[in-house]
């Protein structure tokens, strides 16, 4: 039995032992001086032996402290294989024969609104003396409690730091796009663009190299966010001092896949066209690279006609398995509409696809209309089908009627 000075003296340890370990976290040490000043506090200040602290982390309980204890035990175990019967004060363990816990006496839980967030297992120094279980309890409550505090802490800053890096991301995206778009009586552009994110991977430019010579294309990553557009941002880069050397279309194709395959050893692919109109010739040159083939509408004739020509995927393979370089004459007045299949892959309720059956249809019934009522009219065609349904990749639309 304890005398008073025992008592009196035990109540100084534990008020020590409290002091330490509440310093320690107003001082914000780290998650390993926590837990040294916590087993410290156990084994000196406390009649205790033996402990092992399992703390809860994202569906299991993770070993944080072990000493005294000669038996294996397991670094982790699922919640699913732990049971607390508090009626009857026992603790099952769902564990495999290799593990034991059988040289520790007793074992505390640590909860919040019934979930366990930590246990303690146990074994006293002197089996003659009592082991203080609710002060005990108390400095595990205020450890546990400190480390999910700093678990979340960092959790919130690694958000912080995510949103800021898809903020700049975001910001590199759109750096990409044309800052404005011509509207002329010689050259009219419209782009409709939703991305399905706040960084999409979705890509379209518009080069006017001169009076008569203009290139315009379309492109979408595989993949989406930061590293999607960190890879379309190389791309553009690519595509544009490629532009700028006067190389023709094949070079510029052959060399922009060779770029991505060797910036990514063939794991990400682009899907691309790419268009080059001589105004002086009313030629148009072009290459379609696995994308979703362009409608061509010829207004003098009143006829539409998609663009498939080129090759396969761009960072598929080290070489183009083949190429060919599509061509058009004798155009004067036309509109092209390129796009992105997130436009084709358009759900409705009934999980029909808008397709691009129904998208040529549409144009269609639009032949050579102004962009902007292109635009405006799609949206609404596009609107009613999906019902609400919300888009599942990036949705790029761009339109140029040539007059």
Not at 122 to 132: A, F, G, Q, S, V
Not at 250 to 278: A, C, H, M, P, S
Not at 307 to 323: N, Q, S
Request: contains cysteine; proline residues 3%; charged residues 25%.
């Amino acid at each position: 039995m304890l005398t008073e000075k025992n008592k009196y003296q035990r109540k100084e340890l534990e008020l020590k032992a409290l002091l330490e370990i509440t310093q320690a976290i107003n001082e914000n040490q780290s998650e390993g001086v926590l837990l040294n000043i916590f087993k410290f506090t156990c084994l000196v200040h406390l009649n205790i032996k033996s402990l092992i602290l399992y703390v809860a982390k994202e569906g299991v309980f993770e070993n944080k402290i072990s000493h005294g204890v000669k038996g294996t035990i397991p670094n982790l175990i699922p919640k699913g294989q732990i049971l607390d019967k508090k009626s009857a004060g026992k603790l099952e363990l769902m564990i495999s024969p290799e593990y034991s816990f059988e040289e520790l006496e007793t074992y505390l839980p640590v909860y919040h609104k019934n979930h366990m967030l930590a246990i303690l297992f146990l074994r006293r120094k002197d089996p003659d003396l009592e082991l203080d279980l609710d002060f005990t309890e108390a400095i595990t409550n205020i450890l546990v409690v400190a480390l999910e505090n700093k678990r979340f802490a960092r959790a919130q800053l690694s958000q912080q730091l995510l949103n800021r890096e898809i903020e700049i991301a975001s910001q590199v995206q759109q750096m990409l796009f044309p800052a404005n778009l011509p509207n002329t009586d010689v050259l009219k552009a419209e782009v409709t663009y939703f991305p399905h994110s706040l960084v999409g991977g979705d890509y379209y430019d518009l080069i006017q190299k001169s009076e008569d010579q203009i290139y315009f294309c379309i492109a979408d990553v595989s993949g989406k966010g930061i590293s999607a557009a960190l890879l379309m941002s190389n791309f553009q880069a690519t595509l544009r001092t490629l532009l700028r050397s006067d190389t023709d279309l094949e070079t510029i194709v052959n060399q922009l896949n060779f770029t991505l395959f060797e910036n990514t050893k063939g794991e990400r692919f682009i899907t691309f066209f790419l268009g080059y109109l001589d105004r002086k010739t009313n030629t148009l040159h072009y290459v379609n690279a696995g994308h979703n083939p362009p409608v061509l509408c010829w207004e003098k004739d009143k006829k539409s006609e998609t663009l498939v020509a080129g090759t396969t995927i761009l960072g598929a393979f080290e070489k183009l398995p083949f190429l060919e370089i599509g061509k058009r004459e004798n155009l004067k007045s036309f509109t092209i509409h390129l796009y992105t299949d997130g436009l084709t892959e358009a759900m409705n309720k009934r999980e029909e696809e808008f397709g691009e059956e129904r998208f040529e249809e549409f144009v269609d019934s639009n032949l050579c209309v102004d962009p902007a009522d292109f635009h405006r009219d799609f949206l609404k065609q596009i609107n009613l089908f999906s019902q609400g349904v919300p888009l599942k990749d990036d949705l790029t639309l761009l339109s140029l009627r040539f007059s």
